[in-house]
């Protein structure tokens, strides 16, 4: 699926020599070197300059919206699927990535408490990404990585890998067991559904956070000094697209790791404005509405979508033993398209 054809060696005075209007589409001979071009009707409409031409149904099912926002109220019914399913076949595979894609996060139930197996879970959508903290994990609070998630604090919501100029698109955790103590409730929290929520409230805000480019890091272990290779506002947006809405496309959020704010911008306002309109959408996170608590357990890993969910934890006591490991956001995507449409459908999404 490359081109092979060097688009600059075409004419720039081009013209056609013959226009057929066929029921598959377009036929175009051009006079230069007597090519003959076909393009397809639902190619045109989907590449049409002028506004007003209606779409398909199939068309506008892939351009609307995929996303089902949430709030507390999921405890009565989070997304799940059963262990055997998803590793029987790429049906099963299907029906889990379209939930995290229409949700955000999904339960694996019945999993085989074991390292090995997680792993072999969790690559049925794709391979582990290896990052400073290595590639699957297996990981208790000793702070092995000089990291909060190593320890037993509480943990405020947050996206991981704000520092990464690709932040990691899916995470997985797998409590394996916890002894000797309690606690350790894990949060969850719809970015996408706060960042509407403070568009409705304040546009301001909302302009603020999508707009202040801010710089990240991971600077606490030796030798290891990440940032992204240019700063990144808190939401970030998909391409504009005729007659929609700014869609957001993820949310890169994590109070601890940010950098400094910048007080040059905005004749030395910039600092004071978006402070406060980080402070708005701290509370909008912080809502009892907003939070979903529960608590992990074994045989039940959970996996989310690291653009779209914060992910947070209260403080625990013991010992809690969890594994998992990130995938890439593009690869997880490519597996949701790849086992939810067929090539055709595929193809006419990107192309």
């Known amino acids: 699926m490359q081109r092979a054809l060097d688009t600059f060696s075409i004419p720039t005075d081009i013209l056609p020599e013959e226009v057929t209007t066929l029921k598959e589409g377009l036929q175009i001979k051009w006079a230069n070197d007597g090519h003959v071009s076909l393009y397809p009707w639902d190619w045109i409409v989907r590449h049409r300059k002028q506004p007003g031409i ?38 099963g595979v299907g029906t889990w990535t379209a939930k995290i894609r229409k949700y955000g996060f999904c339960y694996v139930d019945e999993c085989p408490v074991s390292p090995a197996k997680t792993q072999e879970l969790l690559e049925r959508i794709a391979f582990i990404r ?21 320890t037993t604090l509480a943990l405020s919501a947050h996206t991981d890998t704000t520092y990464f100029t690709d932040p990691a698109g899916l995470q997985m955790f797998h409590l394996l067991s916890h002894t000797d103590g309690e606690g350790g409730a894990s949060l969850l929290v719809d970015g996408f559904k706060a960042a509407r929520t403070l568009q409705q409230e304040s546009v301001r805000d909302y302009n603020i956070l999508s707009s202040t480019p801010i710089p990240w890091h991971a600077s606490g272990n030796e030798g290891i000094t990440i940032t992204p290779a240019k700063k990144f506002p808190v939401i970030n947006f998909e391409d504009f697209q005729e007659g929609r809405y700014a869609v957001p496309m993820q949310i890169r959020w994590n109070n601890d790791d940010r950098g400094v704010v910048e007080l040059r911008e905005d004749r030395g306002m910039g600092a004071e404005k978006w402070y406060g309109a980080a402070r708005k959408w701290n509370e909008i996170l912080k809502r009892p509405e907003m939070e979903y608590w529960a608590q992990l357990r074994p045989g039940r890993p959970l996996i989310f979508d690291n653009w779209r969910v914060l992910h947070g934890r209260s403080a625990f006591t013991g010992k809690r033993r969890i594994c998992g490991g990130y995938i890439n956001h593009d690869d997880y995507i490519s597996r949701w398209r790849n086992t939810n449409f067929t090539r055709d459908e595929v193809l006419k999404q990107i192309l």
């Open 130 to 150: 290896l990052t400073h903290y290595g590639g699957f994990y297996d990981f208790t609070a000793d702070l092995t990585m000089k990291d909060t998630a190593y």
């Open 54 to 91: 209606l779409l398909s149904q199939k068309e506008k099912d892939v351009q609307e919206e995929p996303y089902t926002y949430w709030g507390s109220d999921i405890e009565s019914n989070p997304p799940s699927v059963h262990y055997d399913e998803v590793m029987a076949d790429d049906t």
